[in-house]
C-alpha cells in the first residue's frame, strides 16, 4: 500500500521494472451461473417439433468424466456413490485403483468436478456446477508436470464411451 504520490516515485525509478496493486482476491462462483445462463437452462422447457415437451437441461441421465488430478468425493457437492459414481487413481504402475478421494495433491479436480456438476449442497445451492444434474467419474492421473497417465485415462473414457459400449453414458470429458 502507498500514497498516489509513493508510487509515482517509485514508477520512476530505474531499478523498478514492474509495479501492480495486489488486491485480495474475490469468488464469484455464486453469480457465474446466471452469468453464463446456466440457471435458465435448466428451468426452460425444450420443445420439439410436434409439441414434445422435456424439462430444462440440467446434465441429469448424463455422466462426465473429470480427468485431472481427481476428486474429493467425500466433499457433499461431489457424494461418492451418488453423485461421482466412479473415482479412479492411476499413478505410475499405470493401474486404475478406486477410491473416494483420488484428489490427494492439490484440489484442482475436485474443483473443476464441483465446477461441471457440483451439487451445491455445501452452499446451499449457491455454488451448484453446470450440469448439476450429471453423474460424476473421476480419473486422477496426478497433476502438473507429474501427469503420468494422460493418455491412460483418455483411451479408459474411448473404451467406455463408444457407440455400443457405453454403460455409463458418458457425454462430456473435461481434461
Same mark, same amino acid.
Given at each position: 500500500?502507498?500514497?498516489?504520490?509513493?508510487?509515482?516515485?517509485?514508477?520512476?525509478n530505474?531499478?523498478?521494472?514492474?509495479m501492480?496493486?495486489?488486491?485480495?482476491?474475490?469468488?464469484f462462483?455464486?453469480?457465474?451461473?446466471?452469468?453464463?445462463?446456466?440457471?435458465?437452462?435448466?428451468?426452460?422447457?425444450?420443445?420439439?417439433?410436434?409439441?414434445?415437451?422435456? $424439462?430444462?437441461? *440440467?446434465?441429469?441421465?448424463? &455422466?462426465?468424466?473429470v @480427468?485431472? +488430478?481427481?476428486? #474429493?468425493?467425500?466433499? $457433499?457437492?461431489? *457424494?461418492y456413490?451418488?453423485? &461421482?459414481?466412479?473415482? @479412479?487413481? +492411476?499413478?505410475? #504402475?499405470?493401474?486404475?485403483?478406486?477410491?473416494?478421494?483420488?484428489?490427494?495433491?492439490?484440489?484442482?479436480?475436485t474443483?473443476?468436478?464441483?465446477t461441471?456438476?457440483?451439487?451445491?449442497?455445501?452452499?446451499?445451492g449457491?455454488?451448484?456446477?453446470?450440469?448439476?444434474?450429471a453423474?460424476?467419474?473421476?480419473?486422477?492421473?496426478?497433476e502438473a508436470?507429474?501427469?503420468?497417465?494422460?493418455?491412460?485415462?483418455l483411451?479408459?473414457?474411448?473404451?467406455?464411451?463408444?457407440?455400443?459400449?457405453?454403460?455409463?453414458?458418458?457425454?462430456?470429458?473435461?481434461?
Amino acid at each position: 500500500l502507498a500514497t498516489p504520490d509513493a508510487v509515482m516515485r517509485l514508477s520512476l525509478n530505474s531499478r523498478v521494472l514492474w509495479m501492480e496493486y495486489n488486491e485480495r482476491m474475490q469468488y464469484f462462483m455464486d453469480r457465474s451461473l446466471e452469468t453464463i445462463n446456466a440457471t435458465r437452462t435448466w428451468d426452460a422447457k425444450v420443445i420439439e417439433e410436434g409439441g414434445t415437451e422435456y $424439462p430444462g437441461i *440440467d446434465g441429469t441421465g448424463v &455422466t462426465a468424466v473429470v @480427468l485431472d +488430478s481427481g476428486i #474429493d468425493a467425500g466433499h $457433499p457437492d461431489l *457424494d461418492y456413490g451418488t453423485k &461421482t459414481i466412479m473415482n @479412479l487413481k +492411476s499413478d505410475s #504402475d499405470l493401474v486404475w485403483v478406486e477410491m473416494e478421494n483420488t484428489d490427494t495433491s492439490s484440489g484442482h479436480g475436485t474443483h473443476c468436478a464441483g465446477t461441471v456438476g457440483g451439487l451445491g449442497s455445501a452452499s446451499g445451492g449457491a455454488r451448484a456446477g453446470v450440469a448439476r444434474g450429471a453423474n460424476l467419474i473421476g480419473l486422477s492421473t496426478g497433476e502438473a508436470v507429474a501427469i503420468l497417465n494422460a493418455l491412460g485415462a483418455l483411451e479408459w473414457v474411448y473404451q467406455h464411451s463408444r457407440p455400443g459400449a457405453n454403460p455409463y453414458n458418458i457425454r462430456v470429458v473435461s481434461n
